[in-house]
Structure formats: C-alpha cells, structure tokens
C-alpha cells in the first residue's frame, strides 16, 4: 500500500500548522509520498509565501533592492524551521543562491517555486525523509507544455530508489533546466502525477475544509458536504465554478484511476469526500452538487425553416469562432437557435459577431438577452431516477423565479439553467432547499 499526501498552503503556515501534518504521516506507514506547498497564510490578514516571493522578484527585475522583502520571506521560514526544533541555518545557503538568482534576473517562475522548494528542504527534514528537487523529475517542453508521459516515466523510475520522499509541488523544469511552474494552486497537480508514477493505492489531498460542500457557503448557509463524487460529476461542478482541486489535477489519476480523498488537517478524524471513478453508493440527496456562473449573453437567433436548412448550425458556430469567441451552450427551438457565451469575452466583439452571423447565416433577426447566469445542478443520481427536473423546476417557480433556458445532457448527469444574474443566488438556495433542507 502507497498513499500520496498533499498539503495546501495553509496546513504548512506555520509551525504548529507542520506539527499536525506530522502526525497525520506519522499514523500511517502507508503515506510514503509527500507533496507540499509553499506556506499560506496564517491568519485573514496575513499573505502567502508564493505572492511575497513575485512581489520580492519583480522589484529584482526592475533593478530595484529586495534585501528587506528577501528578509521577510526568510523570516517566515526561521520561524517555522526554529518551531520545529530544527538546525536553525538549514536554509542559509539556499537564501544566499535565492538571493544571487534574483539579482540575475533567474524568472518569476523560478521565484515563486522557491516557496515549495524550501518548504520541501523543510518537510524532508523534519519527517526524516528523502527530498527530491521537482526540476529533476517534471518536466515542461520548450512551449511550456507539460511533458506527461517523460515525467512519468522518469519520476516512476526515480521514486523506485527511496522508501519515503517529498516532492515539493507547483514547479518542475523545461528541458534545459529552466524552472517552470503550473498555474497558481498547481501543487494538486503535482500530487495527482506523483500518484499516477507510483501507482498509489490513494491520492490524500489535504486542506482547511473537510471536503467538497454540495452548494457555495457564500450563497447557502452552512451546506452539507459530499460524502463521495466521481470525477465526471466533480469536472461538470468545477466548469461551473466549483474550486476544490486545481482542474488539471484531475487527469493524471482519472487515467490510473487512483481515488482522491480531499480532508481536513485540522479535522483529520472527519472522512473528508472521496473521488472516485465509478461507485455504487448512491449520492444522499439525489443531486450530488449544485454550483453555477455568472455572467453569460445568450444570443438569440431566428430563421424560419432553420430546422431544415443544413449547415445553419456550422455557419452560426463559425461567426463565433472567427471572432475567437468560445460558447458554453446552444439550445434549440424548430425556428429559433441561442448560444450562451461569456459576457466579457463576448461584449468587445459584439457587433463583429452580429455582421458576420447575418453574413453567414442570414438569419431573420437576432435578440441579444445579457446579464444571464447559468446553473448546474450535478448527480450520477438522476440517471433512471423520475422527477429530478421535475423538482429543480418546481423550487424555482416557486420562488417566482423565471427559467431563460434548459439543458439536460442524454448522459442525464446534470441540468443546466439559465436565469438572471439577479435570480442567481436566490435560485441556488432553492433548489438546494427542495433536495436537502426538505429531502423531497
Ligand atoms: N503555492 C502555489 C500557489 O500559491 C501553488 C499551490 O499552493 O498549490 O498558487
């Protein structure tokens, strides 16, 4: 048995923060693998290690000192590395490197991965295990693109060499050995591909939440949290909204199949949400998660005898995608096609999507309806299961509220709708209402 722990930000802040995460490896043998992050914040108040190490490089890169912010960032560090009773010069020689780095003029990237990096030389030496330098074993090709299949092969064959390691998240290299780093939040990548290269039994990815609530706490107050999701349904919520994991953190496991278990560092007795390929527990509540989006345009185009004209559907598409303009959805009537975009990507090209639609299509009009919000309502539950949409619209309409569209996939694993951005939050909490405060 392996298992692969990840720590956010704010389980390693401080030093009591890296005590708890101790003792969640030390209980288990099995947490071979650990992947850290940089530091987080400390209180509400307080900034993340990896914005005060691009704050401290772009003053670098201007020709600017960066001795004080340099200092600071060195001091959340000593203050972590003398609470843990550890050597109090262990990152001496690192800062001297940092230090001669920046003033080169060594990349924001390479600045910021020195958050994970240090936090790793910490972490190896407070568990006692092997560290390993994440510019070694992942690896980026000269676009930036990660190298998946290289990095598994070559971090598969590097971990079969040591019993336990940290890999410092976030960052790996180019092929010529510039440090590269995902995007922010990226050291759930690294844990998913430090999962899939030594087949673990389970890739634990720790936080300050116990789990993947089923609505936003900032729209219902205090949701349940989901006992288990599968990937398909976690992907759909995550499109819409949802931030649990970084959304590529998902693809390395989903190919091998290694379940994610999202817990608490400072819960670790709660269970957390597992997910999963494929389960047969069925979802508490019928729906597994409600999440959603603001700020969509839906364009509305009419044409008699549309149904039966071939090719209207292309010729509407590629106005919007000669404009470079994506779109979400396209729901269909017999004489009336609309296709849902992005308010702010849409609106600087508005009248250029307008001119080439009439070129390409000739529609007979077009109507234009914005401020639009779009809602996902996600279950593997509602497949063979009579009534779901019928509930979902039921708690809408009465609440008053009224549906500008309606979507369900034949996949029957979510319903989408469309309301005003202003009918947004209160159509959340209803249809949150009907299926968990009431279990109808
Ligand atoms: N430290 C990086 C960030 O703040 C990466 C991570 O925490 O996952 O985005």
Same mark, same amino acid.
């Given at each position: #048995?392996?298992?692969?722990?990840?720590?956010?930000?704010?389980?390693? =802040?401080?030093?009591?923060?890296?005590?708890?995460?101790?003792?969640?490896?030390?209980?288990?043998?099995?947490?071979?693998?650990?992947?850290?992050?940089?530091?987080?914040?400390?209180?509400?108040?307080? !900034?993340?290690?990896?914005?005060?190490?691009?704050?401290?490089?772009?003053?670098?890169?201007?020709?600017?000192?960066?001795?004080?912010?340099?200092?600071?960032?060195? =001091?959340?560090?000593?203050?972590?590395?003398?609470?843990?009773?550890?050597?109090?010069?262990?990152?001496?020689?690192?800062?001297?490197? $940092?230090?001669?780095?920046?003033?080169?003029?060594?990349?924001?990237?390479?600045?910021?991965?020195?958050?994970?990096?240090?936090?790793?030389?910490?972490?190896?030496?407070?568990?006692?295990?092997?560290?390993?330098? =994440?510019?070694?074993?992942?690896?980026?090709?000269?676009?930036?693109?990660?190298?998946?299949?290289?990095?598994?092969?070559?971090?598969?064959?590097?971990?079969?060499?040591?019993?336990?390691?940290?890999?410092?998240?976030?960052?790996?290299?180019?092929?010529?050995?510039?440090?590269? !780093?995902?995007?922010?939040?990226?050291?759930? +990548?690294?844990?998913?591909?430090?999962?899939?290269?030594?087949?673990? &039994?389970?890739?634990?990815?720790?936080?300050? %939440?116990?789990?993947? *609530?089923?609505?936003?706490?900032?729209?219902? @107050?205090?949701?349940?949290?989901?006992?288990?999701? !599968?990937?398909?349904?976690?992907?759909?919520?995550?499109?819409?909204?949802?931030?649990?994991?970084?959304?590529?953190?998902?693809?390395?496991?989903?190919?091998?199949?290694?379940? +994610?278990? +999202?817990?608490?560092? &400072?819960?670790?007795?709660?269970?957390?949400?597992?997910?999963?390929?494929?389960?047969?527990?069925?979802?508490?509540?019928? $729906?597994?998660?409600?999440?959603? @989006?603001?700020?969509?345009?839906?364009? &509305?185009?009419?044409?008699?005898?549309?149904?039966?004209?071939?090719?209207?559907?292309?010729?509407?598409?590629?106005?919007?995608?000669?404009?470079?303009?994506?779109?979400?959805? #396209?729901?269909?009537?017999?004489? !009336?096609?609309? %296709?849902?975009?992005?308010?702010?990507?849409?609106?600087?090209?508005?009248?250029?999507?307008?001119?080439?639609?009439?070129?390409?299509?000739?529609?007979?009009?077009?109507?234009?309806?914005?401020?639009?919000?779009? +809602?996902?309502?996600?279950?593997?539950?509602?497949?063979?299961?009579?009534?779901?949409?019928?509930?979902?619209?039921?708690? *809408?309409?009465?609440?008053? $509220?009224?549906?500008?569209?309606?979507?369900?996939?034949?996949?029957?694993? &979510?319903?989408?709708?469309? %309301?005003?951005?202003?009918?947004?939050?209160?159509?959340?909490?209803?249809?949150?209402?009907?299926?968990?405060?009431?279990?109808?």
């Amino acid at each position: #048995m392996s298992k692969v722990v990840k720590f956010g930000g704010s389980s390693l =802040a401080s030093a009591e923060q890296f005590q708890k995460v101790g003792n969640i490896i030390r209980a288990d043998k099995d947490r071979r693998y650990v992947v850290p992050s940089a530091p987080g914040k400390r209180n509400s108040k307080d !900034t993340k290690v990896t914005d005060m190490l691009y704050g401290c490089y772009a003053l670098a890169e201007a020709g600017k000192s960066f001795d004080k912010e340099l200092k600071q960032i060195k =001091a959340r560090y000593e203050e972590i590395i003398s609470g843990l009773g550890l050597e109090a010069g262990l990152l001496d020689k690192e800062f001297e490197t $940092i230090k001669a780095q920046f003033a080169a003029k060594a990349g924001s990237d390479y600045a910021a991965s020195r958050g994970e990096y240090l936090n790793g030389i910490i972490m190896a030496a407070y568990l006692g295990f092997q560290f390993l330098d =994440a510019a070694e074993v992942i690896f980026f090709d000269e676009n930036g693109e990660f190298m998946a299949e290289k990095t598994n092969e070559v971090l598969s064959a590097r971990m079969a060499e040591y019993e336990n390691v940290v890999l410092p998240g976030f960052y790996g290299a180019k092929l010529d050995g510039t440090v590269k !780093t995902f995007s922010r939040g990226g050291s759930d +990548i690294t844990g998913s591909i430090l999962a899939r290269a030594v087949q673990a &039994n389970i890739y634990e990815n720790w936080t300050d %939440v116990s789990g993947v *609530l089923l609505a936003d706490p900032r729209i219902v @107050k205090n949701p349940v949290g989901i006992n288990t999701i !599968t990937y398909k349904e976690l992907r759909e919520l995550a499109y819409m909204g949802f931030s649990v994991l970084h959304e590529d953190a998902l693809f390395p496991v989903r190919t091998s199949g290694i379940p +994610i278990n +999202i817990r608490n560092t &400072n819960r670790p007795e709660d269970d957390g949400t597992m997910i999963v390929e494929s389960t047969c527990k069925q979802p508490e509540f019928t $729906i597994t998660g409600i999440a959603g @989006k603001k700020g969509f345009v839906s364009i &509305n185009i009419e044409k008699d005898k549309m149904n039966s004209e071939v090719g209207f559907g292309r010729k509407v598409l590629q106005a919007f995608e000669e404009n470079g303009i994506n779109f979400e959805h #396209m729901p269909s009537g017999i004489d !009336t096609l609309s %296709v849902f975009v992005h308010q702010p990507e849409f609106e600087g090209r508005e009248q250029h999507v307008l001119s080439d639609l009439h070129r390409l299509a000739k529609p007979d009009s077009i109507e234009i309806d914005a401020d639009l919000a779009l +809602i996902a309502v996600v279950g593997r539950g509602m497949k063979s299961n009579r009534g779901v949409a019928a509930r979902v619209l039921a708690s *809408l309409a009465h609440k008053n $509220i009224n549906i500008k569209m309606i979507d369900q996939g034949s996949s029957e694993l &979510n319903i989408i709708l469309g %309301v005003t951005n202003a009918d947004f939050e209160q159509a959340i909490q209803a249809i949150y209402d009907i299926f968990v405060s009431t279990r109808l």
